[in-house]
């Protein structure tokens, strides 16, 4: 149990405040997002299907517009991004 702990503390003291900052953010907006999926879950189970489908229309239109998709999805992104507008380039002044 010492050696446990002792673990947890060398890994305390490596991680910047930055990190844990960023952890307690994460861990607020999944919160946040548990209880409104609980909230519009309760009000009707068609608003949150449509929530779920914009969210997800529009993470997929992100991920063929700026190509950051999983790669197991590339095979189907590489399908569907002809018809999706492409990224411009940036010219460097």
Do not use: C
């Not at 399908?79 to 460097?92: E, G, H, Q, T």
């Amino acid at each position: 149990m010492n050696g446990l702990f002792s673990t947890f503390q060398e890994a305390y003291k490596q991680l910047p405040d930055g990190d844990w900052l960023r952890f307690g953010i994460l861990l607020l907006v999944l919160l946040s997002v548990l209880w409104l999926v609980r909230l519009v879950s309760q009000v009707n189970r068609y608003v949150l299907l449509v929530a779920f489908v914009f969210g997800g229309t529009f993470l997929f239109a992100n991920w063929v517009h700026n190509r950051t998709e999983p790669s197991f999805l590339t095979p189907v992104v590489d399908v569907v991004a002809p018809w999706f507008p492409k990224k411009l380039r940036s010219f460097d002044v």
